[in-house]
């Protein structure tokens, strides 16, 4: 859940910089605040003092099937993605 708002914000960044039309920047902002938003639905969020200075809890609501789906698309998404990396 969380690398998709860091994509998103990669994404965002670049397009600022390259002067790019305020219709996409716009609909490119709106689709980060809801990966924001989505992150926060599931997610308990506490700042730290020591690095990484952020961390992450699931919430109790999503740690049901929910969780249990998410790993088991993400070990079969491994197997199609990294032969493809190397």
């Known amino acids: 859940i969380f690398t998709s708002i860091v994509t998103q914000t990669i994404i965002l960044l670049y397009l600022f910089d390259n002067d790019t039309s ?5 609909s490119s902002s709106i ?5 924001i938003w989505k ?14 200075y952020v961390k992450l809890h699931y919430k109790q609501s999503y740690k049901s099937e929910t969780l249990k789906y998410d790993q088991l698309a993400m070990k079969y998404l491994q197997y199609v ?6």
């Open 39 to 52: 992150v926060k639905k599931a997610m308990d969020i506490s700042f730290i003092p020591e690095p990484p």
């Open 31 to 35: 689709g980060l605040v809801i990966e």
């Open 22 to 26: 305020w219709l996409i920047l716009f």
């Open 81 to 86: 993605l990294y032969p493809l990396c190397f």
